[in-house]
């Protein structure tokens, strides 16, 4: 079609009847065609999450999310190694001081959690827990640890927490218990969900060979990498927290967390995750692959 553009000096001689109603129906064509193509192209958009931000509370930059299904046997990722790459370089530890203490969006934790799975385990064991307290739920978590250093005796507080001169830090549980609700407020309350961290080891089962506890520990950890990269990814503020030491090592964490001790059941840790604050400067570095590998 071809669409003649012209002053009133320059017109062309009148047209026939026919030849006007012939050029009106292509014009109406054209614009059906046009209309048609633009709805397509919105569907396609929203289908793949590139439209505009949803309307729903949250990070202006956060993006909805969509997720391939469970794929068997080897795919392909389509996904250029340079973008993985600059991926893995802007993954950063964001403190909970750098969160703004504003809820994430429920499909975004989900989300974080569910890229866990994927990271390598060997046996398929799957050792990798995790306990989710987001909002007011965070404390639970918060009063479970600090009820187990109300309990602790005398003689805790004088072995533990101890400064490079000697002198115990704290010097019983209520000391201790002041320090800790202003941190719950000022440090933990700025995050948006905390995440409890569990390795469940593999069960015995007659036959079949038990692997051993290093090799689950580390595939719980490349659980969590794969979470603070999805993270990175959705501009989610991420920390792995080692918690309160005490706490986290000792039986009573692990139970209150539905897991079994006995059987080698361990919490690792705490993922913080939170809305991070905008224009968030946080350098980092990393020493040359020189430095840190050697061909043989």
Same mark, same amino acid.
């Given at each position: ?6 002053? =009133? ?5 009148? @047209? ?8 009106? =129906? ?65 993954? $950063? ?13 429920? #499909? ?5 959690? =569910?890229? =866990? ?10 050792? !990798? ?12 978590? +918060?009063? !479970?640890? +600090? ?31 002041? /320090? /800790?609700?202003?941190?719950? *407020? ?12 569990? @390795? ?12 051993? #506890? ?32 005490? /706490? ?10 539905? +897991?079994?001790?006995?059987? *080698?059941? $361990? ?7 939170? #809305?991070? #604050? ?19």
């Amino acid at each position: 079609m071809v669409v003649l553009f012209g002053s =009133a000096a320059n017109a062309a001689p009148p @047209v026939t009847d026919a030849w006007r109603e012939l050029t009106i =129906a292509a014009l109406g064509a054209a614009v059906g065609v046009l209309l048609t193509l633009i709805v397509v192209v919105v569907a396609f958009l929203r289908g793949n999450g590139l439209s505009s931000p949803s309307s729903e509370p949250g990070p202006a930059t956060e993006q909805p999310i969509k997720r391939q299904g469970t794929q068997r046997g080897l795919p392909t990722s389509g996904i250029a190694p340079e973008l993985l790459q600059a991926l893995m370089e802007a993954r $950063r530890s964001v403190m909970p001081k750098n969160m703004t203490g504003n809820l994430l969006r429920p #499909e975004h934790v989900k989300a974080i959690l =569910a890229s =866990a799975p994927w990271a390598p385990n060997h046996g398929k064991t799957e050792p !990798w827990r995790f306990t989710v307290f987001g909002g007011d739920a965070k404390a639970k978590l +918060l009063d !479970w640890t +600090l009820k187990w250093y109300r309990s602790r005796p005398a003689s805790f507080w004088k072995e533990n927490f101890v400064l490079s001169s000697g002198v115990p830090e704290f010097a019983d549980a209520e000391a201790f218990s002041n /320090y /800790y609700t202003k941190a719950a *407020g000022d440090k933990w309350g700025r995050a948006s969900h905390l995440v409890a961290i569990s @390795v469940r080891r593999q069960r015995p089962e007659a036959g079949k060979k038990q692997h051993p #506890e290093w090799e689950e520990t580390c595939a719980v950890a490349c659980a969590v990498q794969n979470m603070h990269l999805l993270a990175t990814s959705l501009q989610v503020g991420a920390y792995w927290s080692s918690w309160y030491a005490h /706490y986290r090592a000792s039986d009573e964490c692990v139970r209150d967390l539905g +897991l079994d001790p006995a059987a *080698g059941d $361990r919490c690792l840790g705490v993922f913080v995750l939170g #809305e991070q #604050e905008p224009n968030l400067s946080n350098r980092a570095s990393r020493l040359p692959l020189e430095q840190i590998a050697t061909w043989q």
